[in-house]
């Protein structure tokens, strides 16, 4: 089979070396890709949201599938471009894509289907939203509809801080289109995890379980990222349950609406005292949870999506390594808000040769012969092992490895729970 995945980060890298060991397959490129993807297949030099010129290559090249890691080519229709051009594209459709796309869309699909969620109100008024966030009190969260890049979502403690997210986001569209409705919701407490599903249209197949870290600093502090780290499996949570009350109910739902989900749904969800409750659907795997989960996959990935683009899950069946693995992401000093770029990352190969270890790139370029970090998130290690504690301490003696002396990472990933 040939295979082009479709992004440029950590998850891709990933998602390209699961692939690179598929005795299926004889060909894989990376658009836009890394110098990490570079080690296992070979990049193309195409943007993620060029849609034309992806479908030209695939065409060109022969592409049995295409994989798309990040949901902004899902959102903008890639899968519905390709499906046109009769080439398989593991994903699901525009119209399937709004499960990411739009909170209102998703909250409302949850009350149709009977998933629990937190309770809500979309808006269009910013006075109409303020006089709501008056009469429900803080704590309260505010959410952009649309696509904010991972920013879009305000869990504000007082009314003060609710008014101003909904200021922020109708008053100055911050976030453009994306924030000129919001949804305002029920504040709910407890452990998050994020739930994975391989999904056909109709059938299911658990794909793991993570928690991320989205703070920047230790204990949980600091400003929002993209992820800072993650671990698989979550001490304690069942997935069988969860993959009834949050997947399939969706699946039929959507289903029923006559837009098949197809592709990976990614439920987050908060563990309250009264029940997991969803947050929000992804349509895609997170980053750094791909590269936390995928390393504990035993069964070969690729014909696995094959048949969920095929409708073909029924006959399918994933083997799951035993033990667990942590993954922490290194990052660009000053990330979120200003990383600097241009420090030397350095020879990776110490690191990777860790027994247990990998070292997957994200916001890397080569300069010279010399691997230079050129994003935000710049490498995530993955450290897998018999048990959580030991995942762990093999993820951090491999992160040690990394002669990258600015690189910034959290020392607590997976810390808390065997009560470090
Ligand atoms: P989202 O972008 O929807 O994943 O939200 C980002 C983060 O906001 C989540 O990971 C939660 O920590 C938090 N969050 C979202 N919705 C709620 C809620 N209803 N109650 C409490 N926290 C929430």
Redesign the pocket.
């Known amino acids: 089979m040939r295979v082009l995945i479709v992004g440029s980060g950590g998850r891709e890298h990933a998602l390209a070396w699961a692939l690179s060991a598929s005795p299926l397959l004889t060909k894989l490129w990376v658009a836009p890709g890394n110098p990490g993807t570079a080690l296992v297949a070979e990049n193309v030099n195409i943007a993620t949201l060029d849609t034309d010129r992806l479908v030209q290559f695939a065409r060109e090249h022969d592409v049995d599938l295409v994989v798309p890691g990040p949901e902004a080519p899902l959102v903008a229709g890639l899968t519905d471009a390709m499906a046109q051009a009769g080439i398989r594209c593991f994903g699901p459709t525009a119209a399937a894509a709004q499960l990411e796309g739009s909170?209102a869309f998703t909250k409302q699909l949850c009350d149709e289907a009977g998933i629990p969620t937190?309770r809500w109100e979309r808006f269009t008024d910013p006075d109409e939203a303020d006089a709501f966030i008056r009469r429900r009190g803080a704590?309260i969260?505010v959410?952009a509809d649309g696509l904010a890049a991972?920013k879009?979502?305000v869990?504000a403690i007082t009314l003060e801080e609710a008014e101003a997210a909904v200021h922020d986001m109708m008053r100055d569209a911050r976030f453009g289109a994306a924030s000129s409705v919001i949804v305002i919701?029920?504040?709910?407490?407890g452990p998050?995890v994020s739930l994975f599903a391989l999904c056909d249209g109709t059938d299911a197949l658990f794909l793991g379980a993570a928690q991320d870290h989205?703070r920047i600093h230790d204990g949980d502090t600091g400003p929002?990222t993209g992820g800072m780290g993650a671990f698989s499996p979550v001490p304690g949570f069942d997935p069988a349950p969860a993959m009834d009350a949050f997947i399939r109910p969706a699946l039929v739902e959507m289903a029923r609406r006559e837009t098949p989900f197809r592709g990976i749904l990614f439920a987050?969800l908060?563990l309250t005292p009264a029940g997991p409750?969803l947050?929000?659907y992804n349509v895609r795997f997170g980053d750094p949870e791909c590269q936390t989960l995928l390393p504990l996959l035993a069964s070969d990935l690729l014909p696995a999506l094959v048949a969920a683009c095929d409708g073909d899950l029924a006959h399918c069946t994933l083997e799951w390594r035993d033990g667990a693995s942590v993954a922490i992401t290194m990052a660009a000093p000053g990330y979120p808000s200003a990383p600097v770029a241009g420090s030397n990352v350095g020879d990776l190969a110490p690191a990777a040769a860790t027994p247990g270890a990998l070292v997957f790139q994200a916001g890397t370029r080569l300069e010279a012969g010399h691997l230079i970090a050129e994003g935000g998130r710049v490498l995530t290690i993955v450290g897998t092992a018999q048990t959580l504690p030991t995942a762990r301490e093999t993820a951090y003696a491999a992160a040690a490895k990394v002669p990258w002396r600015e690189g910034y990472y959290r020392r607590d990933i997976a810390a808390q729970n065997y009560g470090e």
């Not at 919701?185 to 407490?189: A, H, K, P, Q």
Request: charged content about 35%; proline content about 5%; aromatic content about 0%.
């Open positions: 909170k937190a704590p969260v959410k991972g879009g979502v869990v919701e029920e504040c709910l407490t998050e989205k929002n987050g908060i409750r947050i929000e």
